[in-house]
Structure formats: structure tokens, C-alpha cells
């Protein structure tokens, strides 16, 4: 019996690829060079900071130049965190519907809490969570379950009675190593991947698709 549902947020809960792509393309023009098409940049968006400066300049952990790009990501993006971000299609009748059955919902993210409460803030969305999990929020980040086990703590509820929802392998690790149920939110980035071969218990099409399962 699933008593409670956590969401990813970016590329599963939320469309936030056009703010993401926006601030890495205000870099690139700072620079000089033109502005990547959305193309390039949404498939990526699930991984963040890190997925968006490989995108852009190929550049990663490790380079000399990563860490201080990586801080001028974060505070262009800060700057216009909701600008053009949105819940998904379906998701806001999918929230609708979890909330009338008595169940709870959740975020759980690898984006920094400030930052996530930011754009949940701006989605008027905080009020509704029953918790938020970021990627500071914890000592590990996912693929390791830490997040989903604060986010049962917070919420006082067994792992096995919740499901978590996610458009990137390392979010299907997450809830399985958990002890939860893992659904794959095909509307999502997918990271470039084939979420058939990610084991989920769940392959969703649609946000409503969900609660067949519930």
C-alpha cells in the first residue's frame, strides 16, 4: 500500500531545461560564442551544473577551470531560477489526485536545497510538500539512498509504503537501494538513455499514468 510519493525535481516534477540552458547560454555569450539550441542542452539538464558545463564547454570535475564556471552557473541560474520553468504537463492533476486519496508528496533532489526551495517557492509549490531533500541535505547525494531515507524520516513513513519517481537511472538506484518502489517519469531529460533497460518497477508515460498505480 503506497502511502507516500516522492518526485525528482528537474526533469521529473518540473520542466526547469529552459532556465537551465538560459543560464549556461548567458556564459557562452559573456564568451563570446553563440548560444547552444535546446537541443543540446535539455537532455542533459537532469545532471545539472556539471551535465550543462560539459554541454557547453566540455569541461568537467577535475579541470582547473571547473570549480569557478561551476559557481557562476549556480548564480546566473539563481537569478532566473523560474523564468521559464513549469510543472510538467499532467502534474499538477497528479498532485491534485495524490492529495485527495490522504497521500503525502515530496521532493527529493541532487540540486542544492536553497536552490530547490527557490524554485518550488516560485512554482507555488513549498506549501504543498510535505518535505524537500536537496542535494546538501544529506551527506550522500543519489545514487545513494541517504535523500530518500531523510525524506521517510521527515515524513515518519516505512520506505517500503513509498514510491519514488525519477527521469535518470541514478533516481531508480536511489529507490531501490532504498528499500521503494521506482517509476521511471518518461516525460522527463532521460539523460540521452533507455529507461527500459533502468530495472524501474514503473515506466510512466504521462504524470496521470501514475495513479493506476496508487
Not at 492529495?99 to 536545497?113: C, F
Not at 547525494?141 to 535518470?168: F, M, N, Q, S, W
Not at 533507455?194 to 504524470?207: G, K, S, T, V
Request: aromatic share 8%.
Amino acid at each position: 500500500m503506497i502511502k507516500a510519493v516522492f518526485f525528482d525535481l528537474d526533469g521529473t516534477l518540473a520542466d526547469t531545461a529552459p532556465d537551465l540552458g538560459y543560464a549556461l547560454n548567458t556564459m557562452r555569450m559573456a564568451r563570446g560564442r553563440p548560444p547552444l539550441p535546446a537541443s543540446a542542452t535539455r537532455p542533459v539538464a537532469s545532471a545539472g551544473a556539471r551535465g550543462l558545463l560539459r554541454a557547453g564547454f566540455d569541461i568537467g570535475p577535475g579541470h582547473p577551470d571547473y570549480e569557478a564556471m561551476r559557481k557562476e552557473f549556480l548564480q546566473r541560474y539563481e537569478t532566473n531560477i523560474c523564468r521559464e520553468s513549469r510543472l510538467f504537463p499532467g502534474m499538477p492533476e497528479l498532485l491534485d489526485a495524490i492529495e485527495a486519496r490522504g497521500l503525502r508528496w515530496g521532493v527529493v533532489t541532487n540540486k542544492a536545497e536553497r536552490l530547490a526551495r527557490l524554485l518550488l517557492d516560485g512554482l507555488g509549490m513549498t506549501s504543498r510538500a510535505s518535505c524537500l531533500v536537496g542535494g546538501d541535505s544529506t551527506p550522500n547525494i543519489k545514487p545513494h539512498p541517504d535523500p530518500l531515507l531523510a525524506a521517510c524520516r521527515t515524513i515518519r513513513e516505512r520506505a517500503g509504503a513509498c514510491v519514488y519517481v525519477g527521469d535518470d537511472l541514478r533516481d531508480i538506484e536511489a529507490a531501490h537501494a532504498a528499500g521503494m518502489k521506482a517509476a521511471v517519469a518518461k516525460w522527463g531529460y532521460l539523460n540521452g538513455q533507455d529507461p527500459e533497460d533502468w530495472n524501474a518497477d514503473w515506466l510512466i508515460d504521462r504524470p496521470p499514468d501514475l495513479q493506476r498505480y496508487l
